[in-house]
Antibody, heavy 117, light 107 residues
Framework: EMQLVESGGDLVQPGESLRLSCAAS????????MIWVRQAPGMGLEWVAN????????YYVDSVKGRFTISRDNAKNSLYLHMNSLRAEDTAVYYC??????????WGRGTLVTVSS | DIQMTQSPSSLSASVGDRVTITCRASQGISTYLNWYQQKPGKAPNLLIF???ASQSGVPSRFTGSGSGTDFTLTISTLQPEDFATYYC?????????FGQGTKLEIK
């Protein structure tokens, strides 16, 4: 059975850092683009970043460029999102998803990041 | 960035109704348009990709159409489990952008 399980969400203060992880199972992780999408409380969906199968291409939404880094470890079937200089507006549920470059075929249940002093 | 605009933002309907949700892109995106369903407290679920292709396991009552800038998602006969929020999303270019969502409620 296919599974994506996010972890690492927490309550942090503005300016702090956090690393999210996504553990994949039930499919060949190295064959798929992987994606992070977030959803602020009561709001819509926002694509954050995605990474090619071999990690050679990475793309980000402008609001996180220079602060967030997406990475993957195909040997560990894991996806990561390193988040620095966190802001209140980064507060959201962060979902990882598998798919093509722009189609999000399957999603995890998400992990909540709260940025507040 | 490509802006995606859905209409209506909310919709009340009854079980058995036929419902159509519209999505408009701020520029032409060919058929790089996907639809997702999200229920409260749950992750989104892909329904339709490439404007009209059904994801595996999605009931046939969900159909998508359109190309260029105008797209529709139609639910032919509403079932109780279809009451949810629906999002369109363009996969034509980064940043990949979503519509604001259409909340489908029970009348």
């Amino acid at each position: 059975e296919m599974q994506l399980v996010e972890s690492g969400g927490d309550l942090v203060q503005p300016g702090e850092s956090l690393r999210l992880s996504c553990a994949a199972s039930g499919f060949t992780f190295s064959r798929y683009w992987m994606i992070w999408v977030r959803q602020a409380p009561g709001m819509g969906l926002e694509w954050v970043a995605n990474i090619k199968q071999d990690g050679s291409e990475k793309y980000y939404v402008d609001s996180v460029k220079g602060r967030f880094t997406i990475s993957r470890d195909n040997a560990k079937n894991s996806l990561y999102l390193h988040m620095n200089s966190l802001r209140a507006e980064d507060t959201a549920v962060y979902y990882c998803a598998k798919g093509g470059a722009g189609v999000f075929e399957y999603w995890g249940r998400g992990t909540l990041v709260t940025v507040s002093s | 960035d490509i802006q995606m605009t859905q209409s209506p933002s909310s919709l009340s309907a009854s079980v058995g109704d036929r419902v159509t949700i519209t999505c408009r892109a701020s520029q032409g995106i060919s058929t790089y348009l996907n639809w997702y369903q999200q229920k409260p407290g749950k992750a989104p679920n892909l329904l339709i990709f490439a404007a009209s292709a059904s994801q595996s396991g999605v009931p046939s009552r969900f159909t998508g159409s359109g190309s260029g800038t105008d797209f529709t998602l139609t639910i032919s006969t509403l079932q109780p489990e279809d009451f949810a929020t629906y999002y369109c999303q363009q996969s034509y270019s980064t940043p990949y952008t979503f519509g604001q969502g259409t909340k489908l409620e029970i009348k």
